[in-house]
């Protein structure tokens, strides 16, 4: 069983910045992948950014493609997801989910989620 806990979501202005950070604890801590999804009002969940655990590589959705950056600190379990410039699109609910292995499609564990609202 893994649990993680979203964090550092808020209201800020149409280009400014919010530093998400998801925690995980649980059973011993090595997935494949951990990633960060949102989900507007009104729209389906959407693929935002997720990271390699272990060699750290990533992938980024166009849309938040220069504009944020995921990290991970492999001792704390723990992974940020960096917003800059945010724009009022970017509104939503902000979940980081774990996959645990290469060979699932699914992503096995998923935070509550955190709100992140844009104002213009």
């Known amino acids: 069983q893994v649990q993680l806990v979203e964090s550092g979501g808020g209201l800020v202005q149409d280009g400014g910045s919010l530093r998400l950070s998801c925690a995980a604890s649980?059973?011993?801590?090595?997935?494949?992948?951990i990633g960060w999804f949102r989900q507007a009002p009104g729209k389906e969940r959407e693929f935002v950014t997720a990271?390699?655990?272990?060699?750290?590589?990533?992938s980024y959705a166009d849309s938040v493609k220069g504009r944020f950056t995921i990290s991970r600190d492999n001792a704390k379990n723990t992974v940020y997801l960096q917003m800059n410039s945010l724009k009022p699109e970017d509104t939503a609910v902000y979940y980081c989910?774990?996959?645990?292995?290469?060979?699932?499609?699914?992503?096995?564990?998923w935070g509550q989620g955190t709100q992140v609202t844009v104002s213009s």
């Open positions: 989910a774990v996959k645990l292995y290469s060979y699932t499609s699914d992503y096995d564990y």
């Open positions: 649980g059973r011993t801590f090595s997935p494949y992948v």
């Open positions: 990271i390699r655990w272990s060699i750290g590589t990533t």
